[in-house]
RNA sequence: CGGGGCGUAGCUCAGCCUGGUUUAGAGCGCUUGGUUCGGGACCAAGAGGUCGGAGGUUCAAAUCCUCUCGCCCCGACCA
């Protein structure tokens, strides 16, 4: 391909809408045009890129046996509220507009096709000797993103390989999970990312395993926590540590009174410890939840009604709660409790909770739930249920119990309910402290079970042995392409431009013709440019009339991984330069050679 | 959805506070001619803008006021 036969509108300016490295690489190297928050036009460039990333993809999956088909981006809403997800989607279902009765109004922009493959599994399969079947497909997606971010890291459209395994048996979807897990290990292997596969909360889509692949990176918007030799890796969002250490002294207390100390206005953890004079490790945050009023994770009739259950949860000052633990750990679907709940539980305005004494005034039904290192605390400043009062002194298991007594009713229970922090333990018990790092996510595999294929939400059986029907059981495994592409271009890159790998790169070779008037070198690049096309290599071939310098820098900026130069006065001693993107001495050698040793390049680092 | 910032030529921005010498500017890019030619050259001449949109104040609005739309960042949310 000729330069000035293609179109690469490569710019020397910083958009300055772009802030992260591959947004900004991506623009002013041509690949990408942005059309509106989160919505983006592949240019040229960056469609061969895309293309390249979807080819590694679908070779992968058809060699771990899954089987492509296409579905639609156009779905009824019908079949989203058969599975209760209109509702636990809320504003990321992106809906048509229309007249009431419209059928626009019945019609939504497919997000993720969970409930389209299950439709098709269910009329298609019926029988035990169907399975296993993996079905994918690479579609492009649409989410109400409520904020579009990083170029192309968080968008409202964008490409997606989606693949929904089905199987007969718990047994058979860990194999066919395994499968997916390793296919996506070789495709990022192939596209040249440094990834890491964690452990993933599965979050409202359901599920008992799941896994993510990060790539570290600033610019990511998703914290991993690793510890330090390697034994451990989870997003915080699931990450675990190991106990605190028990105190050895019992924690009978000193028999001090709890002293109350006047503390107007201080409602945050800071205000408070600096009137206290101490510091958040040694206080108790009390946060008061009460279940969601919003039923969103069920759609089924006469689900839970009546006043709604206040839990009460305890972490120490310097300790956020993590809200996927807690509720696992209360089995309840909670939302932190309005003001007028927490003054009618506390007495006391916002702020000013504190855990002695309003365990006894839970209902049977509720909860107190204390993390593990609130429960190894001797002592602690907390609210004192009194506005603008704290309290100093407050022993946990004398001031509040820490397990459950029975006669109440109310449920006492100590848990890990925190995120991790830098410098936790890892939970293996090898001691190694975890550090946090921020991640991009490029894939996610879950076992997802009967969620989409029981008998209350899309009913999708098929008949085993026994002839008795039963629910698929499915996993589900996805990987955002264009995350691949920029997450590639994040973690390869200089103050130049791109670096691609070969396996990805929108051209494999870039031939640059350092004088566009010499009639050799012109007839020289050229010849080089037909002769790898005709070998089978992608070569871009640089003839535009402009100087050197001016296209080197292009040639940096779009990072093709082998570079040729054909100048005059390298031509001139019979040679052309060969040069990698990545770094290295270029190697000078005769016109001749430089399509063999090229060729022979370009296949090794294909991968 | 809350907080902050920004909308002036394809791109980066100045002008706005303090309305009128501005017939709206600069640099990059683009066109034409010339000189240059191994790391984003130079000279000369050009093309290109409903100043995001609507309404208002005023003799007069890019500039002041109101509303509105869009984009970016932080937070909330999030398969």
Request: proline share 5%; aromatic share 6%.
């Amino acid at each position: 391909m000729r330069w000035t036969e293609f179109f690469i509108p490569t710019t020397k300016e910083v958009p300055k809408d772009a802030v992260v490295a591959s947004h900004q690489l991506m623009l002013r190297a041509g690949l990408i045009r942005q059309l509106a928050a989160g919505v983006y036009a592949y240019l040229p460039l960056g469609y061969r890129a895309l293309r390249k990333i979807e080819n590694i993809v679908r070779e992968e999956m058809n060699s771990a046996g899954a089987i492509e088909l296409h579905m639609p981006c156009l779905q009824p809403l019908e079949l989203w509220e058969q599975t209760g997800r209109t509702q636990a989607m809320g504003d990321v279902l992106l809906r048509l507009a229309g007249p009431a009765g419209d059928w626009r109004t019945q019609t939504c922009l497919g997000p993720t096709h969970e409930e389209n493959v299950t439709e098709i599994v269910k009329a298609y399969v019926s029988s035990y000797k169907q399975l296993p079947i993996n079905l994918y497909q690479i579609q492009t997606k649409f989410r109400g993103e409520a904020r579009p971010k990083s170029g192309v890291l968080r968008t409202r459209e964008f490409l997606m390989k989606d693949a929904y395994s089905f199987d007969r048996d718990k047994a058979g979807l860990d194999v066919s999970y395994q499968k997916m897990y390793d296919a996506y290990c070789r495709i990022y292997t192939r596209c040249g990312l440094p990834y890491i596969a964690v452990e993933a909360e599965s979050g409202p889509i359901g599920g008992d395993a799941s896994h993510e692949f990060m790539v570290l990176t600033e610019a990511g918007e998703d914290y991993v926590a690793m510890s330090e030799n390697g034994d451990y890796a989870a997003n915080t969002e699931r990450a675990t540590c190991a106990p605190p250490r028990i105190s050895a002294a019992p924690l009978t207390g000193s028999g001090a009174a709890l002293s109350e100390i006047h503390t107007p206005g201080a409602g945050r953890v800071e205000d408070v410890c600096k009137l206290l004079g101490t510091t958040p490790a040694h206080m108790i945050k009390t946060l008061i939840y009460r279940t969601a009023t919003v039923e969103a994770t069920s759609h089924r009739k006469g689900a839970a009604s009546g006043p709604p259950a206040r839990v009460i949860a305890l972490v120490r000052g310097d300790h956020d709660i993590n809200d996927h633990k807690l509720a696992k750990i209360s089995g309840l679907r909670l939302e932190l409790a309005d003001p007028r709940t927490i003054e009618e539980l506390t007495g006391a305005a916002v702020g000013f909770a504190g855990p002695q004494g309003l365990f006894d005034r839970l209902r049977p039904g509720e909860q107190l739930i204390i993390d593990r290192d609130v429960e190894v605390m001797t002592s602690a400043a907390t609210g004192a249920n009194r506005t603008d009062y704290h309290v100093d002194g407050v022993v946990p298991g004398r001031d509040f119990p820490l397990e459950s007594r029975g006669e109440s009713g109310a449920a006492v229970k100590v848990a890990d309910i925190r995120n991790v922090v830098d410098g936790d333990a890892s939970p293996t018990g090898s001691g190694s402290p975890l550090r946090l790092r921020k991640a991009i996510e490029v894939g996610h595999v879950f076992k997802l079970g009967t969620k989409y294929t029981a008998k209350d939400s899309l009913d999708a059986t098929f008949l085993d042995a026994d002839g008795k029907p039963k629910p698929f059981i499915m996993g589900c495994y996805g990987i955002g392409l264009n995350r691949i592409m920029a997450a590639a271009i994040e973690s390869r890159h200089d103050d130049g431009g791109i670096i691609w790998p070969m396996s990805i790169a929108p051209f494999e070779a870039l031939i640059v013709a350092l004088d566009p008037r010499d009639a050799q070198v012109m007839s020289t690049a050229a010849k080089i440019h037909d002769e790898l096309a005709a070998a089978g290599v992608d070569v871009l071939y640089d003839d535009r009339d402009e100087r050197a310098g001016f296209k080197f820098k292009d040639a940096d900026l779009i990072g093709i991984p082998l570079r040729i130069v054909v100048g005059r006065k390298s031509l001139a001693e019979g040679v052309v330069e060969m040069g990698r993107r990545a770094g290295g001495e270029a190697v000078k050698l005769p016109p001749s050679e430089a399509v063999g040793r090229a060729t022979a390049l370009v296949r090794e680092l294909r991968g």
